[in-house]
T-cell receptor, first 114, second 113 residues
């Protein structure tokens, strides 16, 4: 059974650019959550999608957005990149939602903003 | 606001030692608590999930306990091995609808052979 797949694994951008990250959840899982991990702040919740609807959103500026497609694949977008956006972005999938069950994480997308 | 604290931040032990990692949370109204392992530069691997109604869960050499009323959880690792070296994170989710996982900063474990 394939795990959670995140692409790209590594990317380098410059300030002001935008970036799109992709996450394919485990087959049959309908919930996808996104987290940002930095050395200073640790893991912080960005948003959760379930059946194409955003179910919950963390305390991040509007430059951070996401969506989920009918096949449960999810994308997150960060516009007008800032140096502080450099982080490991982790996607997690679960069967019915992060509150109800176990989360399974992907390997992450490491974003460096220069 | 829920806060999760993990002590110690780092731990070094010789191979074979039994050890305990601690996790505390400020709001006892949780739905479940989950322990994860993270290797350097990698994603998180789920180790154990404890529902709020449970007191402990076991998987191989790992045992996690939960005392919801006191806001504490411990992860016990028996007979540690160098392959156990990693960062261990605990996370809680509140019992209100629409809440997300809140993570601690983790304990970085180093097991020497």
């Amino acid at each position: 059974k394939a795990g959670v797949t995140q692409t790209p694994r590594y990317l380098i951008k410059t300030r002001g650019q935008q970036v799109t990250l992709s996450c394919s959840p485990i087959s049959g899982h309908r919930s996808v959550s996104w987290y940002q991990q930095t050395p200073g702040q640790g893991l912080q919740f960005l948003f959760e999608y379930f059946s194409e609807t955003q179910r919950n959103k963390g305390n991040f500026p509007g430059r951070f957005s996401g969506r989920q497609f009918s096949n449960s694949r999810s994308e997150m977008n960060v516009s007008t990149l800032e140096l502080g956006d450099s982080a490991l972005y982790l996607c997690a999938s679960s069967l019915i939602g992060s509150q109800a069950g176990e989360l399974f994480f992907g390997e992450g997308s490491r974003l460096t903003v220069l | 606001k829920q806060e999760v604290t993990q002590i110690p931040a780092a731990l070094s032990v010789p191979e074979g030692e039994n050890l305990v990692l601690n996790c505390s949370f400020t709001d006892s109204a949780i739905y479940n608590l989950q322990w994860f392992r993270q290797d350097p530069g990698k994603g998180l691997t789920s180790l154990l999930l404890i529902q709020s109604s449970q007191r402990e869960q076991t998987s191989g050499r790992l045992n996690a306990s939960l005392d919801k009323s006191s806001g504490r959880s411990t992860l016990y690792i028996a007979a540690s091995q160098p392959g156990d070296s990693a960062t261990y994170l605990c996370a809680v989710v509140g019992d209100q609808a629409g809440t997300a996982l809140i993570f601690g900063k983790g304990t970085t474990l180093s097991v020497s052979s």
